[in-house]
T-cell receptor, first 110, second 110 residues
Framework: AQRVTQPEKLLSVFKGAPVELKCNYSYSGSPELFWYVQYSRQRLQLLLRHISRESIKGFTADLNKGETSFHLKKPFAQEEDSAMYYCALNYGGSQGNLIFGKGTKLSVKP | NAGVTQTPKFQVLKTGQSMTLQCAQDMNHEYMSWYRQDPGMGLRLIHYSVGAGITDQGEVPNGYNVSRSTTEDFPLRLLSAAPSQTSVYFC?????????FGSGTRLTVV
């Protein structure tokens, strides 16, 4: 069965430090992976999609099919990056459903 | 273009009451879905729809009903609210670039 695992519930770093939020997935097909960010009590916002290979707000993520991972990285964390981050897997194509990890709360200290 | 709109933003229900959470999108998306967000659980899929007249169950459908009479609207009905349905509910629709979420409905059942 498909599954998304985010092993860290909380990640705390200092401003300017590198950040890596881990995401591992289990899926036998060709995955479509996303990172969503949720600032305090707001809607989920799309941060990255693995196909686009863009860098949004300084964040990047590379799909590693061999390790079944899609880790989110940023070289220098900012205080405004403090938020909840969710990794999500679409397992059903263009009309498919998302399955989410349980999320990692990132706290960036001044 | 308002995106995905959810109403109400907050609601308190008594056990056994019924209510409908509204979700509307103006982007002509065929795919829409409902998730609930609970602390430590991430987001879990309740119901989804791939077009008008077509709905299906997700991971946690018990206690919820949906219908899809138009492309724009996808209401979620609680027939007899229970304290276990206290949660934040998010509606989402699918675009080519990914999934767009509404701002959520925070529901408390007492």
């Amino acid at each position: 069965a498909q599954r998304v695992t985010q092993p860290e519930k909380l990640l705390s770093v200092f401003k300017g430090a590198p950040v890596e939020l881990k995401c591992n997935y289990s899926y036998s097909g060709s995955p479509e992976l996303f990172w969503y960010v949720q600032y305090s009590r707001q809607r989920l916002q799309l941060l990255l999609r693995h196909i686009s290979r863009e860098s949004i707000k300084g964040f990047t993520a590379d799909l590693n099919k061999g390790e079944t991972s899609f880790h989110l990285k940023k070289p220098f964390a900012q205080e405004e990056d403090s938020a909840m981050y969710y990794c999500a897997l679409n397992y059903g194509g263009s009309q498919g459903n998302l399955i989410f990890g349980k999320g990692t709360k990132l706290s960036v200290k001044p | 273009n308002a995106g995905v709109t959810q109403t109400p933003k907050f609601q308190v229900l008594k056990t056994g009451q019924s209510m409908t959470l509204q979700c509307a999108q103006d982007m002509n998306h065929e795919y829409m879905s409902w998730y609930r967000q609970d602390p430590g659980m991430g987001l879990r899929l309740i119901h989804y729809s791939v077009g008008a007249g077509i709905t299906d169950q997700g991971e946690v459908p018990n206690g919820y009903n949906v219908s899809r009479s138009t492309t724009e609207d996808f209401p979620l009905r609680l027939l007899s609210a229970a304290p276990s349905q206290t949660s934040v509910y998010f509606c989402a629709s699918r675009a080519n670039y990914g999934y767009t979420f509404g701002s959520g409905t925070r529901l408390t059942v007492v």
